[in-house]
């Protein structure tokens, strides 16, 4: 795969991962930088478009951007609402950022909180190495009523100045046509390459993804891909339930979520998505 740094580099190519974790290790080693420097990755733009983001599928002539840690801020909020309006993803490799902020919301009035800062800590309690179920469960338990503080790290942006991208051996931005084959990378074994999902897998994981933000106030898009494939061949919510729990135990999903992924799963077979 060839990557650049978002923010602006020559190109580089990366080659012998099978995990999220060994590509950002390469894409951290061919740069010159630490891995944790790596915020995350889009397919395809150098922008912050929390729709292209590298998740669990990668296309075989998809061009990685890694965007890396930028400038530092703080910000104190009062939580006079119940809910934030924030939904939090993260990398894989424990960097736990925003990738949606709810129209209207709390954290949609302080504009210096921005799609795809980092959150770092909350309260002065560094979640640099937290999972993104873990910061959502976080800031969800804060007291209404309560001050918090937040430290954030926004990704460094310094091409912005300079559009138009398709100079300087960069790509242009325009989708690159992608063969049916990926490359699926999974948090537990090697990554595998694979056809692209069907129709109907798609609009599963889709369907999941929306149903964890629902739930758990994040956004998955290879966690949802990871409960889809454990349905496939299941027979009841029970059976998928149990596969959950072996695989995914440690996010504690509630029965009714389980229960409505089932459903999600079942209405994508059936074509009723």
Request: hydrophobic content about 40%; aromatic content about 6%.
């Amino acid at each position: 795969f060839h990557a650049q740094l978002a923010h602006g580099s020559a190109t580089g190519r990366v080659e012998g991962f099978a995990s999220a974790r060994q590509l950002y290790a390469q894409i951290a080693q061919v740069f010159g930088i630490p891995p944790a420097q790596i915020m995350f990755c889009t397919l395809n733009t150098h922008k912050v478009d929390m729709d292209k983001l590298l998740g669990a599928q990668i296309g075989l002539e998809d061009f990685i951007f890694a965007h890396v840690k930028g400038q530092r801020k703080e910000v104190e909020v009062v939580k006079n609402e119940d809910v934030l309006g924030l939904t939090i993803t993260d990398n894989g490799t424990g960097c736990a950022f925003i990738k949606r902020i709810k129209e209207g919301s709390l954290m949609d009035q302080i504009k210096t909180v921005c799609v795809g800062d980092h959150i770092e800590s909350i309260n002065g309690i560094n979640v640099s190495d937290c999972r993104h179920y873990k910061v959502a469960k976080m800031l969800k338990d804060l007291e209404k009523g309560q001050i918090f503080k937040l430290e954030l790290i926004e990704p460094m942006k310094a091409f912005e100045m300079l559009e138009p991208r398709s100079q300087g051996g960069s790509l242009p931005e325009a989708k690159i046509s992608r063969g049916r084959e990926t490359l699926r990378l999974r948090t537990k074994g090697p990554a595998t390459v694979e056809e692209m999902p069907s129709e109907a897998e798609e609009k599963a994981i889709k369907k999941v993804d929306e149903l964890l933000e629902m739930y758990m106030g994040i956004r998955d898009i290879e966690l949802a891909a990871t409960m889809v494939e454990a349905g496939r061949d299941k027979k009841n919510p029970d059976e998928f339930a149990m596969a959950l729990d072996e695989s995914l135990g440690d996010f504690a999903f509630p029965d009714e979520f389980v229960f409505d992924v089932w459903g999600a799963i079942g209405d994508a077979k059936q074509g009723r998505l």
